[in-house]
């Protein structure tokens, strides 16, 4: 309950800051997304350790596969994930040792090893995504369908923004 009133008033106070004028106007999109882009991960990261014994980082490389035709080169998994080179090497042996990913040989290129989703990779990432997506939703319950759908849209059109900007 305590931790609930700390965020209600650093949003309280936050707004005030806003409109005060004494913060830009644009800290009025960026700063709700990074507070629920925090809320969401912690959240996610302790149910899908306890309930599945996952890492985001973990769904994120299986995830990125499974929606990516199942198998990757490790650069094309860089460019899905916001890994270095070591974090991604340390996360695809894990999973490696789960049996959820396999490595084999490019055949167009013999100095690549491809990153290739088993069947138990994909019914877990299936599985966690399906759980976790069931377990967050409460966060946007507050929305009716008309403002679920235009919210995802005002998202999808800031990230294509982003995109174009860079």
């Known amino acids: 309950m305590k931790k609930n009133r700390v965020h209600t008033d650093l949003i309280t106070n936050f707004y005030g800051k806003v409109s005060g004028g004494e ?23 302790s149910f899908l350790k306890e309930k599945f014994d996952l890492l985001n980082s973990e769904v994120d490389v299986l995830a990125s596969l499974f929606t990516h035709g199942k198998i990757l080169s490790p650069t094309q998994l860089y460019d899905l994930t916001i890994f270095s080179s070591g974090g991604m090497t340390k996360v695809l042996k894990k999973l490696e040792s789960k049996g959820f990913i396999y490595r084999k040989e490019d055949e167009n290129d013999k100095r690549c090893m491809l990153v290739c989703l088993t069947q138990s990779g994909e019914d877990i990432v299936l599985n966690s995504l399906g759980e976790i997506s069931k377990e967050c939703s ?5 929305f009716s369908e008309e403002e679920r759908v235009l919210f995802s849209s005002l998202l999808k059109k800031v990230l294509l923004n982003i995109n174009s900007v860079k």
């Open 23 to 45: 913060l830009p106007e644009v800290f009025l999109m960026t700063f709700p997304i990074a507070l629920i882009q925090k809320t969401i991960f912690t959240h996610a990261e």
């Open 138 to 142: 409460k966060y946007f319950e507050a």
